[in-house]
């Protein structure tokens, strides 16, 4: 069965870390790009890193450059978002989604494969 689970995700203080986990089953993570995004209530969802197929290139949104970090562990099939120095506009949903032999530009991964159902991460005080 193929499936994307995202997990990792709860409530922490402003100036705290999460690490969220986007595990793949039924295809190997390897040979695709995977694109984290995030949706708070009443916003457009919006791309926050993009890490590109075999050669692992990263790129992150502006608004979480320098704080987030994406990776890859091909031996456990799936791909980790470092979260730290969160801030309470860092709140939504995240989700990620795996794009065959996609090769990142910039944050967005604009086509994929499948999608995770999402993970919530809520920063307040």
């Known amino acids: 069965q193929v499936q994307l689970v995202e997990s990792g995700g709860g409530s922490v203080q402003p100036g705290g870390s999460l690490r969220l986990s986007c595990a793949a089953s039924?295809?190997?993570?390897?040979?695709?790009?995977i694109g984290w995004f995030r949706q708070a209530p009443g916003k457009e969802r919006e791309g926050v890193s993009c890490?590109?197929?075999?050669?692992?290139?990263?790129y992150y949104a502006g608004s979480v450059k320098g704080r987030f970090t994406v990776s890859k562990d091909n031996s456990k099939n799936t791909v980790y978002l470092q979260m730290n120095s969160l801030k309470v506009e860092d709140t939504a949903v995240y989700y990620c989604?795996?794009?065959?032999?996609?090769?990142?530009?910039?944050?967005?991964?604009?086509?994929?494969?499948?999608r995770g159902q999402g993970t919530q991460v809520t920063v307040s005080s």
């Open positions: 989604a795996a794009g065959l032999a996609y090769y990142c530009t910039d944050h967005e991964l604009r086509k994929y494969d499948y």
């Open positions: 890490i590109s197929a075999r050669d692992g290139s990263t």
């Open positions: 039924g295809f190997t993570l390897y040979y695709y790009g």
